[in-house]
């Protein structure tokens, strides 16, 4: 089966996307009217569909069920190592910062349910929400990969993954459109619609339908695809620049856009796939997590150093900003993401 190292790389691209739009909009190149929409909230949509591709390629291809332990181990030692220091490290920025939080908001990130109890989702460390909903895919997977994937045709899950997604779609509309939420839930609208791990299901499940197109035909459709991915990257610019009205973006619309243009790379043997092989590529793509989970608190700490510079040239004080980032994921990659990846499945795997 051919590499699909490649996608590595785009994780990168990914997290780049989500600090831009988090902390760059206000910045030249990025505020310019025909930019500004490809720095919308679409990364974590792709991180989400990535992440059911890549389930796809690394379980589903040995045909047989899952053992749920040594599963969620797995999981558990590639995730959580590197968010459990980016937590503590949020827990002493908004300490130095002289920020309040509460313990009991401590205690739901530190279990991975923030998403789950509104208004917790963006406690302490807002990033991590979206390790809140991976936990939630990681723990389903199983199920799906056991008692799906396995026993259905290509066909019956293709039907199944479309229609939820459609549905997800419409439903996404109708819930920002109604007026009032019934029992009590119209306080936290917005989290319920933006942060709840159910609503973000659809583009894991888009992600793992590509991940079967990619298994069932890698061998027929590798070639030079270059061509084809240049067309799927301008449709999505296309996608992102019309910004369709109460279309949430944030939520999937874009999720088989994106499979499409995962499967693409991963099929592709052209230019694009040797530039993203590249040894500068794969290693930006491994420190993306670390840069990712990071973005949030180093903020907090880099305004609090710098705050003249902030005040006296934005864009200076988000390129030394940037360089910080790189820096502590660079650190935080070699320092306590792989040793601590390798030691717990080397002693308790």
Same mark, same amino acid.
């Given at each position: 089966?051919?590499?699909?190292?490649?996608?590595?790389?785009?994780?990168?691209?990914?997290?780049?996307?989500?600090?831009?739009?988090?902390?760059?909009?206000?910045?030249?190149?990025?505020?310019?009217?025909?930019?500004?929409?490809?720095?919308?909230?679409?990364?974590?949509?792709?991180?989400?569909?990535?992440?059911?591709?890549?389930?796809?390629?690394?379980?589903?291809?040995?045909?047989?069920?899952?053992?749920?332990?040594?599963?969620?181990?797995?999981?558990?030692?590639?995730?959580?190592?590197?968010?459990?220091?980016?937590?503590?490290?949020?827990?002493?920025?908004?300490?130095?910062?002289?920020?309040?939080?509460?313990?009991?908001? /401590?205690?739901?990130?530190?279990?991975? %349910?923030?998403?789950?109890?509104?208004?917790?989702?963006?406690?302490?460390?807002?990033?991590?929400?979206?390790?809140?909903?991976?936990?939630?895919?990681?723990?389903?997977?199983?199920?799906?990969?056991?008692?799906?994937?396995?026993?259905?045709? *290509?066909?019956?899950?293709?039907?199944?993954?479309?229609?939820?997604?459609?549905?997800?779609?419409? /439903?996404?509309?109708?819930?920002?459109?109604?007026?009032?939420?019934?029992?009590?839930?119209?306080?936290?609208?917005?989290?319920?619609?933006?942060? *709840?791990?159910?609503?973000?299901?659809?583009?894991?499940?888009?992600?793992?339908?590509?991940? %079967?197109?990619?298994?069932?035909?890698?061998?027929?459709?590798?070639?030079?695809?270059?061509?084809?991915?240049?067309?799927?990257?301008?449709?999505?610019?296309?996608?992102?620049?019309?910004?369709?009205?109460?279309?949430?973006?944030?939520?999937?619309?874009?999720?088989?856009?994106?499979?499409?243009?995962?499967?693409?790379?991963?099929?592709?043997?052209?230019?694009?796939?040797?530039?993203?092989?590249?040894?500068?590529?794969?290693?930006?793509?491994?420190?993306?997590?670390?840069?990712?989970?990071?973005?949030?608190?180093?903020?907090?700490?880099?305004?609090?150093?710098?705050?003249?510079?902030?005040?006296?040239?934005?864009?200076?004080?988000?390129?030394?900003?940037?360089?910080? %980032?790189?820096?502590?994921?660079?650190?935080?990659?070699?320092?306590?993401?792989?040793?601590?990846?390798?030691? %717990?499945?080397?002693?308790?795997?």
């Amino acid at each position: 089966m051919p590499s699909t190292s490649q996608l590595t790389f785009t994780r990168f691209l990914a997290a780049v996307v989500i600090v831009v739009f988090h902390f760059g909009t206000g910045i030249f190149p990025f505020n310019h009217a025909l930019v500004a929409p490809l720095f919308t909230n679409v990364g974590i949509s792709f991180f989400f569909v990535l992440s059911g591709f890549v389930m796809v390629i690394a379980y589903t291809k040995l045909g047989q069920p899952i053992v749920y332990k040594q599963y969620w181990f797995n999981r558990l030692a590639r995730i959580y190592p590197t968010y459990l220091f980016a937590l503590l490290g949020s827990c002493w920025v908004l300490w130095y910062c002289h920020i309040p939080y509460k313990i009991d908001a /401590l205690g739901l990130n530190l279990a991975l %349910l923030q998403s789950w109890i509104p208004p917790n989702a963006l406690t302490i460390n807002r990033a991590g929400w979206t390790l809140s909903v991976e936990a939630f895919f990681y723990l389903s997977f199983p199920i799906i990969n056991n008692y799906c994937l396995l026993r259905f045709s *290509f066909k019956q899950v293709a039907i199944a993954v479309g229609a939820f997604w459609l549905f997800c779609q419409c /439903l996404f509309v109708y819930l920002q459109l109604l007026p009032q939420w019934p029992f009590g839930m119209q306080t936290y609208r917005h989290d319920w619609l933006h942060y *709840f791990p159910p609503m973000h299901f659809n583009q894991f499940l888009v992600g793992n339908l590509f991940g %079967l197109v990619y298994l069932q035909r890698h061998s027929q459709w590798v070639r030079r695809l270059d061509a084809w991915l240049l067309a799927i990257i301008v449709c999505m610019t296309v996608v992102l620049e019309v910004a369709i009205p109460m279309v949430n973006y944030h939520n999937g619309f874009m999720a088989p856009l994106f499979g499409v243009f995962i499967l693409l790379m991963s099929l592709n043997t052209g230019f694009i796939t040797e530039l993203c092989n590249k040894p500068w590529a794969i290693y930006l793509g491994e420190i993306s997590f670390a840069m990712y989970i990071l973005q949030i608190p180093l903020h907090y700490a880099w305004y609090k150093l710098t705050k003249p510079l902030y005040y006296q040239s934005a864009s200076l004080f988000f390129a030394t900003y940037v360089a910080a %980032l790189m820096l502590l994921s660079v650190v935080t990659f070699h320092g306590i993401e792989k040793p601590m990846r390798s030691f %717990l499945k080397r002693h308790l795997g």
